[in-house]
């Protein structure tokens, strides 16, 4: 007689699993090598000279290079999906996204997430869960911390309704709490002809729109490969299988592969944007399939000094990436084309080629 | 005046060219190192902590992480292929495959063959070839060692019929064997949140059933890529030019790489299993191609203890892949589904969705 | 109000931009690690024995494997792409390549490049640069030195005719000038069982030609990947959404792709060439494309002692990479097949299979 199955394969949780409070300690650590490096920047091809020469790394003050901030995130979210968002419909959104301490290669990653939030929709077909995700280092070390939100399917549409709790979440990460994962650096001996870009945070204003020009094509092998590398088992972006017959009829890629293609291409307008010190929030506006283009543009929405640092200085941005679609016209919103101001329309439609909008701190040398 | 060709490149070696008793060095020695893992990791997702994170491994005693077992395995049958197999038909199994020692980061590799059997088929145009292969790291310990047959073009067919002998090779490979490449663990540090399986080696019971529910579709890059990082050199992997007038139309996919999607889809059911230990036998049911979904489950051939040690337990799989087809109802042999007992029906067609029936034995923490 | 984008954007140096003797420090500085090899061997499946085991290297007089010499090529040649090629029509070729100095993994390549020619085209609308550029470690000694020259649009079609200069460059670089990237090798140590080939220096004698067998299919996701790890921001490699509507309707392939599986299919004839000591001249002939497969042939075009050295000796050859077309009947020049010696026909059109006619020295164990 063989035994049932289920109890030994993971289902993941459904919304009435989660309680408000319970702390979920995920499987399964990483030691984060200059391989995974090495592959990251094959499939994005990063050009921030701090993650990508040990030498200009030292000369301004670390010790080595570090790991590049998303790769950092895409490891510590792939680890919350088994137990957050194996049963998702969709991933709503981020919030209050802070990096806290470098990452070197060879450090080893885990991480932890506490429900803060849950709200059943009124179908009772679903629910949304919101964590509050915590990534710490071999030291115990918290080196990120993150909010995230997204709608989860109920097991059982009758269940009762579980408790409910809408968490307030800060709309953007203080200037004052950047900075963390960044060390002091030698400003002055940072090098802009070997970085690539003339352009210091003063150089930068709010309101300023750059297009990042370069569009990547993305393959099936290369999102499915970068995600399997963070050990994200989210089903829709492997199985074509299943989901030829699914609501795209192909696998949907990974939202962060479309963060880390249109980090890499912001380097054509912020090269010297070495660090990515916050995330305030990001949607993921409509799906990436294999074999468009992506392209992207970005908006400073603020500047900001941090206290008591010389060194550096931070940029709020907000980067639009598209799919097929060049951004010299900075698509955005249906009613809100370039040149109305930071914030305009919301609850707009977003114009159709929009795939991504992400606003997040990066901190520049000054 | 050119020189013939002939004699600088290999065509690699026919039939008739073995020799009862053949010893072969094999060529090309290889360092494995962290970007092999990483590259590993993008391609399968492999999640097994022991092998993921350098702190898991050393809680329970490893000096590090050691590299997965299937890594090692490809890595030497990659060295084999240029002198047993560049002129095979088809690779016919595998038996006695014995994980020996563990290897890690950095070591290097180097394979030797002996020949152990040889039998023309009647056709006169193919012969089988037994070899039985060792794996050496650089201080020359034994990491692996294995027996596989292979049918094997003859380069003449009028040659004589060369030395005949069918050898004896074990059905399995006894529990008091195992264990060798497995350091004595602290099971009681091996925590079972961290490794995202609560399910240890008591909780297993022959006859067990156990569907790992996902898929994995595989593009022409990644196989390609896999193979040619373990040097393995057979052509049918690599040249659409020539198989798209071959019989398939199309380049076939090595058939480790469907065993190594097989091991990290069944992280599904046997997070723990952190130890391949051997390999009894291994069948290529049918060739797999790129495009195509993998699915797996297993059956528990077996339990057993291992001799003298208290730390890990032994469990005998059957792993199943398919393609294209979801394994919920345990899809095997035409005549022969779930539910009738471990080994039913032999000689029975397979169902014509399985591409692989592998029977080996997996190690984990008691 | 928002700023114009242009000046924080990099659109890259037109022909008008470039002045004879001007010095450009390109970005970006590069580690090169352990990952990257591994991400490298993946893509290209090198078997160079001296490259692929610390043991094997060490054995000989290496303190360690060093990297491959293309990898250290496009390395350098990718950072000189955002200055001189953003606007190349074509890459013309290269001369006078000389690889200097071995590098390991852990060693950190900068580049430099001074414009020794330019010359504006009759049509007014294209120039022809011709820079010398150079690769230099951690420590400032020159790893890699080359000219080469592309056809770069101008700006502006009225803009007056820059400076005049067609530099001489060497046809071939001497003997006498390869092998100091190799340090003295113990060739009795040289395990040929091990590397792969018996033939050492010895055995190959100019005029020789050897087809290597092999072909190789390329992926959009391979060339891709391996173009983006060497931070080549190139666009026509990477943009499908741009480049349907182009010359080609399609992504082009980075002609070093082409190199580099043209040097690893050449293993099987040549595998004992460990070592790329220069290269003399190069010619994309025609452009490749996904889905095509690679083979190659080469002659041996001279054979040569190095002054002072009795461990090593070079052979000059030609390797030609076709696509769709094995080269067992050495296709070259249309009216200069097999047999006519090493430089027959120069003026004659090529085949229309080839698309790589690369004449560079390598080094064997005498």
Known sequence: MSEPSAPKTSPGNFFEDFRLGQQIRHATPRTITLGDVALYNGLFGA??????????????????SPLDDLLVFHMVFGKTVPDISLNAVANLGYADCRFLKPVYPG???????????????SNHKTGIVTVRSGGFNQDGDTVLDYARWVMVRKRDETAPASQEKVPELPKSVAASQLG?????????????????????????????KIDHVDGVTVEEAEHATATRLYQ????????????SKGRFGRRLIYGGHAISLARALSFNGFGNAFHVAAINGGRHVAPLFAGLTVFAWSEVLATAELPGRK???????RTIATKDHPCADFPYKVHA????????????EYDPAVILDLDYWVLLPR
């Not at 050009?47 to 080595?64: L, N």
């Not at 994200?232 to 989901?243: G, K, L, P, Y």
């Not at 084309?337 to 707009?348: E, F, H, K, S, Y």
């Open 47 to 64: 050009r921030f000279a701090v993650q990508s020469a040990d030498t200009f790394a030292q000369k301004i003050g670390y010790p080595r």
């Open 337 to 348: 084309r370039a040149g109305r101001g930071p914030d305009p329309g919301v609850g707009d």
């Open 232 to 243: 994200n088992t989210a089903r829709i972006h492997f199985n074509q299988f299943a989901e």
């Open 180 to 208: 963390a994962a960044c060390p002091p650096i030698d400003a002055g001996a940072y090098d802009t002809a070997l970085s690539g870009s003339p352009h210091r945070f003063g150089d930068y204003k709010a309101g300023e």
């Open 311 to 317: 060194d550096v200085g931070a940029l709020r941005l």
């Open 107 to 121: 450090d080893t990653l885990n991480a932890v997430s506490e429900v803060i939030g849950l709200k059943e929709n």
